[in-house]
């Protein structure tokens, strides 16, 4: 029993190729509609598993082709995340025997698979382990940047993580690491490469410049819808990082940014001194944004694909407080009315201070001279009265 499947996202086809693969279909999968209509014409399956929007031939012109060219009957069903009631209308009136909605569970899938082909004979039954999957309607890149994390990295956490949760592809940079973080983040990814990118910089040049590298890279990806970046440590854990892309992919926010807020119901962690530096810290960057966030340096933030460039197109001018630069940059491209607009702070459940931090209490007091370098170089753009007043300040405190 041979079935096709064709999508132009990679990262959805892989766990449906790998799990009907695993109950004995014939599987082969295409991710660029134009070749798969090629495909179907060689390869004649039984079922054709079809996205609805794709880019140069759409999943409903793709049903037009099997319908008017197939001389033998062909199973057609639709996994789409379009829930448009004339599109589903105009699949079933073309003859398509099922539409699902992403997102649904891999089970859910097969059973709908064997109901209309039938089961092979060398099908196996799957393991509850590796049953509970759920095809996502967004594929998603992380970008982590490690620096000396041989001893820290949470292999185990990032593995079981993307094996259980499809569309997510993790992008761990090594910015120059002087211990065995390269050679652990390879093994991390053997076997799993398509979920998995090494990038390595030779040469340390710090988290700013190691998380610009990662995101430009994974925004090469054609089938990624968001890419965010996440810290090494897990200090915000893959869970809660899932939450913020589903605020962004329900809304029209271009910028999701974790908040580690205490409030009730949450469990948020961190050292005294750090927490009061802190927010002495964010006094004067809302200064400088002209915005109230209350926590701009979460090392938690998922950006809309097409806002990458602009926050990531130039080097940043300092080390550790690049996402009031990020932040900055969309104020000036989009205006500060705009910006506010498509920004979102969201309250994380969770944050853990964890133990062997990079950022150490005497970095914390640079970054005050560092927030007088971001109001200098944006001095003679949009909202300078309010800069240029914050500027005078943080000089004074830096100096």
């Known amino acids: 029993m041979k079935i096709l499947a064709i999508d132009d996202q990679q990262l959805v086809l892989l766990p449906l190729q790998k799990r ?5 279909y014939e599987v082969k999968i295409e991710t660029n509609s134009i070749k798969g209509l ?14 609805i929007n794709m880019p140069d031939i759409s999943g409903i012109d793709i049903i037009k082709h099997i319908k008017n060219s197939s001389s033998t009957p062909t199973s057609i069903m639709v996994l789409s995340g379009n829930t448009q009631d004339d599109i589903i209308t105009q699949g079933f009136e073309l003859g398509i025997d099922d539409y699902m909605k992403k997102p649904l569970s891999l089970n859910e899938i097969c059973a709908r ?5 039938g089961t092979p004979t060398s099908s196996v039954k799957l393991t509850e382990d590796n049953s509970n999957v759920i095809i996502q309607q967004r594929c998603v890149g992380v970008v982590i940047p490690c620096y000396n994390e041989e001893e820290r990295l949470l292999s185990k956490e990032f593995i079981d993580y ?11 940079v ?9 050679e652990v983040l390879h093994t991390l990814q053997k076997g799993r490469e398509d979920f998995i990118t090494v990038y390595n910089c030779e040469q340390n040049g710090g988290k700013a410049e190691a998380v610009r590298l990662g995101m430009l890279h994974m925004a090469a990806k054609e089938d990624l819808d968001y890419i ?12 809660d990082f899932d939450d913020l892309v589903k605020v962004i992919e329900q809304s029209d926010f271009k910028i999701v940014s974790g908040s580690r807020i205490a409030r009730m119901g949450a469990n948020i962690t961190k050292e005294s001194a750090r927490k009061i530096i802190s927010l002495t810290i964010n006094f004067f960057i809302r200064k400088i944004l002209s915005m ?3 926590d701009t340096q979460c090392g938690a933030k998922i950006f809309h694909k097409d806002v990458i460039h602009i926050a990531f197109h130039k080097a940043f001018v300092t080390q550790w407080i690049f996402d009031v630069e990020i932040f900055k940059r969309m104020t000036h491209y989009y205006g500060l009315e705009k910006a506010r607009s498509i920004i979102c702070e969201q309250p994380l459940k969770r944050w853990i201070h964890a133990d062997g931090s990079k950022l150490s209490l005497k970095d914390s007091v640079k970054i005050i001279g560092q927030l007088a370098q971001i109001a200098w170089v944006y001095r003679n753009k949009k909202g300078t009265k309010s800069n240029n007043a914050s500027l005078n300040t943080l000089e004074m405190i830096s100096n």
Do not use: M, Q
């Open 292 to 294: 109230d966030f209350k």
């Open 162 to 172: 993307i094996d259980k949760n499809t569309g997510y592809h993790l992008c761990f």
């Open 174 to 182: 090594n910015d120059g690491s002087k211990d065995n973080t390269l």
């Open 38 to 51: 090629k495909l179907f014409d060689a390869f004649k399956p039984d079922l054709v598993i079809v996205d």
């Open 228 to 239: 965010g970046f996440l810290d090494a440590d897990l200090s915000t854990d893959l869970a």
């Open 20 to 24: 009907l693969v695993e109950l004995g």
């Open 113 to 117: 698979v064997r109901r209309l082909i």
